[in-house]
């Protein structure tokens, strides 16, 4: 079909594909589009309903995609520079909330984003589909799930709803209350008709609840103060400021939270969903058993894999640990603040963090470097003897496998092979090897309780309900170490956070900087430090409101791409989010967010630059240069 070519031609002309991939993208792109199966019998129809979602794993899962974005720019997980090389500078810049339009995390959101919204369009031209309302309502609900997404990384989108017949047409950003006002308007058309079914991966009421709670939620960190500098923005809006459509919630009686709750209510006590009873549960290989499932991304290791993050985080030798067969890269891990501001008696620590020695899978053999069979990997003894640090450089046998707490920096000069706990929280089967097919947990039934509880918080209403919903989510956590350390009071979670701001980063160089610290307790290696880091710039004079509760959100939620928008959404007494006015290992901030709050571009993300060259109707996000190029060396 000419005219729908046309238009994706207009979004996406002129871009290669700049990741890694088992798909043809260029032909998937154009493979259902086309006059011929505009109708279709009803399982042609289904596979392109299906079609929807494999976009939405892609945008997830795919190497640089939507986990990464959301969690790599947070204070939880970061993937520092390796001092052995690796690892490219588009991570540090997240973390840093530094981003350049080159980044290719903002190809694969737009490019995945945008195809499934065009997919979308053409399925509901369809004859077929137009036929059966509760197909309708599954396509606009993905739909909106897409929006979403786009929205909340870039603000400026192209509103598209329909298919041009123009092969020339360009779209152009829409000003983002109509974007705000399509979503809304959207769902409040699709709960009524969308089956209530629980059908594995497919979004249903429930999960569009989820989504309308989200949208409604984020609302003043999304939009308020907008519309005040219009000479910022991209796209003009065509409201006043003074409308009610700016105002925050407290100015507006609260509209929004109220909508946030009345949707994660219909959840809650209609879905049928209850806590699942191991937090892992919601973590597994398959969730189709997890009870506080609600909306699913579903993988398989060999048809659709595409689960980096076992290759992502462990050293070489360190899927042994999992019984994996792969040969994983080094890269992520945590920031050891974050590790620091677990109670003791928090078993999400051990369940979503891998610290200390690591063994073999169901033994207590120890795990070294080099596997004591193997050789040096092709340098001689010399060499290895003189690069301690290097991954090829440790000797069969030389250096157990310990992953500290502390790591020196994220790219001056950059972490060493074992510095940082590993993320372990997705369940990683042993005998796999490569990417694996973990499903992912989209949305469950603690995020709902969540949404309520903060907006009962920030409402001033019935606030001992609110403590109530994340004592019952906390409780799993406790149960078998300290009950009583589960139950959350009301002051606790309006009271400061206890996370350690400030910048840590060791700059200490010489030959071997790393044995200060490496096994400076070996017993205690969440408060090891050696004497070159006692020199901290700390960051703990503006307090954050709700604090309490933004903790809670990072233990339970941390790599479930929460904590962007989380710290986005939460501020500081003098009104600067917690994202661009608090400052974390090697991450400062910009001197413009110290000092003005309504400095909203640093919410954004720049628009990729090829996406800019290759239609002349989009503009950048203020703030941002076009050029691809990185700002900052990887190390």
């Given amino acids: 079909m000419k005219s729908i070519k046309g238009f994706i031609s207009a979004l996406l002309a002129g871009l290669v594909l700049v990741t890694s991939s088992c798909t043809n993208l260029d032909e998937e792109l154009y493979s259902d589009l086309t006059d011929s199966n505009l109708e279709g019998t009803e399982q042609e129809i289904l596979s392109m309903v299906g079609s929807l979602y494999v976009q939405f794993r892609f945008l997830y899962w795919a190497w640089e995609g939507y986990f990464d974005i959301m969690e790599e720019s947070s204070d939880c997980l970061m993937t520092p520079y390796r001092t052995y090389g690796g690892w490219g500078a588009q991570y540090i810049n997240l973390h840093q909330n530094d981003p350049y339009a080159g980044i290719p995390h903002l190809y694969q ?7 499934a919204i065009t997919k979308a369009n053409t399925l509901l031209m369809n004859p ?4 059966d309302p509760a197909m309708v309502a599954e396509v606009r609900a993905m739909r909106v799930m897409f929006y979403y997404i786009l929205f909340d990384l870039w603000r400026n989108i192209p509103l598209e ?10 779209p152009v950003q829409a000003a983002p209350e109509d974007i ?3 979503m809304t308007s959207e769902i409040e058309e699709i709960v009524p008709v969308i089956s209530t079914e629980k059908s594995y991966g497919r979004i249903n009421k429930y999960g569009v609840c989820m989504l309308a709670s989200k949208i409604y939620l984020n609302h003043d960190s999304w ?3 907008f519309g005040k500098d219009a000479g910022e923005m991209v796209a003009a809006t065509k409201r006043n400021e003074s409308s009610e459509w700016f105002q925050t919630n407290a100015q507006n009686g609260n509209k929004w939270y109220q909508k946030a709750v009345e949707y994660a209510d219909i959840v809650i006590n209609e879905g049928g969903y209850s806590l699942a009873p191991d937090y892992l549960d919601n973590s597994r290989c398959t969730l189709n058993s997890t009870p506080e499932a609600i909306l699913v991304i579903p993988l398989d290791e060999k048809q659709a894999s595409h689960n980096y993050l076992v290759n992502k985080c462990f050293v070489a030798q360190g899927g042994k640990a999992y019984g994996y067969n792969g040969s994983p890269w080094n890269g992520s891990c945590a920031v050891p603040q974050f590790i620091k501001s677990y109670d003791k008696d928090d078993t999400r620590l051990a369940d979503t963090w891998a610290i200390g020695q690591q063994y073999y899978l169901g033994t207590q053999d120890p795990i070294y470097f080099a596997d004591q069979k ?3 990997q092709g340098i001689t003894e010399e060499e290895a003897a003189s690069a301690p640090h290097s991954s090829y450089g440790h000797k069969p046998g030389d250096d157990p496998l310990v992953y500290t707490v502390e790591v020196h920096s994220i790219n001056n000069p950059g972490a060493f092979d074992a510095e940082g706990a590993r993320f372990h929280k997705q369940e990683v089967v042993a005998g796999t090897s490569g990417t694996y097919g973990n499903d992912v947990c989209f949305f469950r039934l603690a995020d709902a309780m969540f949404i309520k509880a903060e907006c009962l918080l920030r409402m001033g209403k019935n606030e001992q309900e609110a403590a109530d919903l994340i004592t019952a989510v906390r409780q ?11 139950v959350r009071t009301v002051a606790d979670l309006k009271g400061d956070s206890v996370y350690d701001y400030g910048v840590r980063e060791n700059t200490k160089t010489g030959k071997n900087p790393y044995d200060d610290f490496k096994y400076a307790d070996k017993n205690d290696l969440m408060s090891a430090t050696d004497a070159s880091y006692s020199d901290f710039s700390r960051d703990n004079s503006t307090r954050i409101e709700l604090g309490g509760l933004l903790d809670d959100l990072a233990w339970e939620f941390v790599g479930e791409h929460h904590r962007r928008q989380d710290l986005i959404r939460f501020t500081l007494d003098n009104g600067v989010n917690v994202y661009n006015g608090k400052t974390w290992f090697c991450r400062k901030t910009k001197l413009e967010s110290q000092t003005k709050p309504t400095d909203y571009k640093n919410n954004v993300f720049p628009i990729y630059s090829e996406f800019i060259k290759s239609n002349l109707n989009l503009k950048q996000n203020y703030g941002f240069s076009d050029d691809a190029a990185t700002e900052q060396p990887a190390g």
């Fill in 109 to 115: 959101e737009w490019y995945y984003g945008y195809n």
């Fill in 128 to 131: 077929v589909v137009q036929k």
């Fill in 161 to 170: 709803t329909t298919i041009s017949d123009d092969p020339s047409y360009q």
């Fill in 180 to 182: 705000w006002d399509f």
């Fill in 223 to 225: 939009l308020r103060g």
């Fill in 374 to 376: 193997l050789t040096t």
């Fill in 476 to 486: 799993r956590a406790f149960a078998d170490t300290d009950p009583s350390k589960a």
